[in-house]
């Protein structure tokens, strides 16, 4: 970073009418900057952390709207530098007047990510924690927003850091006892070394492990809803996303082309996607929604095959599903036997798949339990645990995953290295490794490059 950044500001707030909007400005003139536009106290001779009411005005001192400012004094603010917080009216208009009165008083406009960039630069936060804001604003369910907030408050970075400094101090020793090597000494005790090589390879994978979790926390649980026409999917897909999204009717082959909802049920985000059908026709619409469908059905993490109970499967099904689940790998399925009000005697297929429940979904719409029923069958198939994970042991991020694998690796061959007996040089290589891999995840190590990329991704005002 320069010595003097220049004083950024942006609007941190969503586009479109709300009852307020905040605009926040940073740098070394925010100060004096919303000071030269504030009618009101004086910005510059304020203490930290305190709120003026007034207004922000033109360069002709044209009034443009009633504001707070929220004055901070770095370091102690959430850039590390001085912050002005505008909160302006909202609307499409005000808080632009406000931020370009600003930007023509001297501010520029942030880039995405600027502001966290500079709490990362100013020591505010780790990059795991800062990476940890974005995940944070868009988790889209309780679960997914619960991990964030674990990373946020550094406890995942803890995990890593007491670990990389406990490698550190032995790895120190090490060398050491490589400048001393002619005088054969041992400072690190061997004992520790093992124990130590031991914990992080457990903690390494323990979160490379996590990742399944993470992601299907992250981008939701994918439930493709595959059955013939007519069967009941797009009615099971409005009972479980509580609206009519799909279209329900009477005439087979409605619903054409995929439909995508989300849900969020129990805490967790589901996809789930309805598909044109699975059937042999000559149509050239509906073959190209079937042949849609098969590859959607791979890329699913649960199947949720429907078939109508008065009906039953028919042969083809049968090995439909049992080609399904006879895949490597086989495709998690549950099988709803749908239309269980229209039948006296329930019946479930004879099958070798997943998990199969006799159910309705027209009575699903005002009955809670039944649905709970369903989604519960659903997690059940997903090789993951949900709910119970501790949050700040999953990892949710592709680049720390990446990291996590070449610590993996690096330790691994340090294992390997300590038990035929490598010299002491040749073992801190592997460490050093191994500490570097660790050290970026939460920006102990870095470049400038590897920060671009990770703030570019952030929303303008972040
Ligand atoms: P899709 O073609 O598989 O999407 O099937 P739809 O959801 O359009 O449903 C076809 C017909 O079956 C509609 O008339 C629905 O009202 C009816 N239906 C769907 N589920 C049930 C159910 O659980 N019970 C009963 N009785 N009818 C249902």
Redesign the pocket.
């Known amino acids: 970073m320069p010595a003097d950044p220049d004083t950024i500001a942006a609007i941190a707030t969503a586009r479109g009418r709300a009852a307020l909007a905040i605009i926040r400005v940073s740098g070394p003139q925010a100060h004096a900057l919303v000071n030269e536009r504030f009618r009101g106290d004086d910005l510059t001779s304020v203490a930290s952390h305190t709120a003026h009411v007034g207004y922000v005005v033109d360069a002709e001192g044209e009034a443009l709207d009633q504001v707070v400012t929220t004055v901070f004094q770095g370091p102690r603010s959430a850039t590390g530098e001085d912050v002005v917080e505008v909160s302006c009216h909202g609307g499409d208009l005000a808080p632009q007047l406000v931020l370009d009165a600003l930007l023509e008083a001297g501010a520029r406009m942030a880039e995405p990510g600027e502001f966290t960039e500079r709490a990362f630069l100013n020591g505010k936060l780790d990059l795991a924690q800062a990476e940890a804001v974005a995940d944070l604003i868009h988790a889209s369910s309780e679960q997914a927003h619960r991990v964030s907030m674990q990373h946020l408050r550094g406890r995942y970075s803890d995990r890593l850091s007491n670990l990389r400094e406990e490698l550190l101090d032995l790895c120190a020793l090490m060398e050491l006892e490589i400048d001393f090597s002619e005088e054969d000494v041992e400072f690190a005790d061997r004992e520790r070394l093992t124990t130590l090589l031991d914990t992080a390879q457990r903690l390494v994978s323990t979160l490379l492990d996590s990742y399944r979790t993470g992601e299907l926390l992250r981008d939701g649980v994918r439930v493709v809803i595959g059955?013939?026409?007519?069967?009941?999917?797009?009615?099971?897909?409005?009972a479980l996303v509580g609206r009519d999204r799909?279209?329900?009717?009477?005439t087979?082959?409605?619903?054409r082309d995929e439909i995508e909802a989300e849900a969020e049920l129990d805490g967790l985000l589901f996809r789930f996607v309805?598909t044109a059908?699975l059937r042999d026709t000559s149509n050239q619409i509906e073959a190209e929604g079937v042949r849609r469908a098969e590859a959607s059905i791979r890329e699913a993490d649960v199947l949720l095959y429907?078939y109508?109970q008065q009906r039953g499967l028919d042969d083809d099904e049968h090995t439909f599903l049992q080609e399904l689940s006879d895949a490597e790998p086989s495709v998690p399925t549950v099988v709803v036997a749908?239309?269980?009000?229209?039948v006296d005697t329930e019946r479930t297929p004879d099958l070798n798949v997943g998990r199969t429940l006799s159910?309705?979904?027209?009575?699903?719409f005002d009955d809670a339990d039944e649905l709970d029923r369903l989604t519960t069958a659903l997690l059940d198939q997903v090789d993951a645990d949900l709910r119970d994970t501790e949050a700040s042991a999953v990892v949710m991020n592709k680049r720390h995953r990446q990291h996590l694998q070449e610590a993996q690796t690096a330790l691994e061959r340090a294992q390997t290295a300590y038990e035929q007996g490598v010299s002491s040089d040749l073992l801190t290589l592997d460490l050093r490794e191994a500490l570097h891999a660790l050290g970026a995840i939460t920006g102990e190590v870095t470049n400038e490059d590897v920060l671009g990329q990770i703030f570019s991704q952030f929303c303008i005002g972040k």
Request: net charge negative; proline share 6%; glycine share 12%.
């Open positions: 059955g013939r026409p007519n069967a009941g999917k797009s009615t099971l897909l409005n799909a279209i329900v009717s009477a087979p082959g409605t619903t309805d059908g429907v109508d749908n239309k269980s009000d229209t159910f309705s979904a027209l009575d699903a």
